[in-house]
């Protein structure tokens, strides 16, 4: 991501700016697809619907990048988007894209290397959903410190539960527990990761405990 972030924005006049309110829904999972868009001012939250019907958030994305790139070429949305603010959107449609592409041809690899990342990212998460809460929290906090370029990471308790899929008193548990440890500081709705390599261990040594188990059956 660190590499493609910004990088569409030399084709925004190829596409349909939209301004949207708070609580909007950019595109629903399981819609047909009616092209992507780009992120360049606001915010925009991405959630799963599973199988047994529960809704979890699992993306929030940075501007500058794309979304619903699975929705191109007349694919199947695979996920929901809806804004967290007032939001400017760029909507490119699958001749937008075609023009785009003629006119640009390098484009092409950028919007392929985008739709690649968000696979491997939904990949991630539906990997991680039965994993225990802290190997989650672990796993999520250093995949938004990559995403966001960044180790203060401006996310509330109750937006990591969302993001999570569980309570805000089993995330605060765990914060706490970090903070003591030294790995962390919280305030104001920021996670400060100070030690992000025991963030790391803790993610690590979590798998391998993981893989043991699995192995021992």
């Known amino acids: ?43 925009v939250k991405i959630s799963l619907l599973s199988d047994n019907g529960h809704e979890r958030v699992i993306d929030y994305v940075p501007i500058g990048t794309l979304l619903g790139e699975h929705g191109a070429h007349r694919g199947t949305y695979l996920t929901t988007a809806v804004t967290t603010t007032p939001s400017i959107l760029y909507h490119f449609s699958d001749e937008a894209l075609s023009r785009v592409c003629k006119d640009h041809p390098h484009a092409a690899m950028i919007f392929t290397n985008s739709h690649i990342y968000k696979v491997r990212l939904l990949a991630e998460i539906i990997s991680y959903l039965d994993s225990p809460v802290e190997q989650q929290m672990a796993h999520f906090l250093l995949k938004l410190i990559q995403i966001h370029e960044n180790e203060n990471i401006p996310i509330d308790q109750t937006s990591f539960a969302r993001y999570i899929g569980t309570s805000r008193i089993t995330v605060n548990k765990i914060i706490q527990k970090w903070r003591q440890q030294g790995f962390i500081q919280f305030s104001n709705g920021v996670i400060q990761v100070i030690q992000i390599e025991r963030i790391r261990e803790i993610l690590t040594q979590m798998e391998s405990e993981q893989f043991e188990q699995s192995t021992s059956l």
């Open 1 to 43: 991501m660190v590499n493609l972030r910004y990088k569409w924005t030399p084709f925004l006049p190829y596409g349909q700016k939209l301004e949207l309110k708070k609580n909007t829904f950019v595109y629903r999972q399981g819609e047909n697809g009616r092209g992507f868009y780009y992120l360049e001012q606001g915010g």
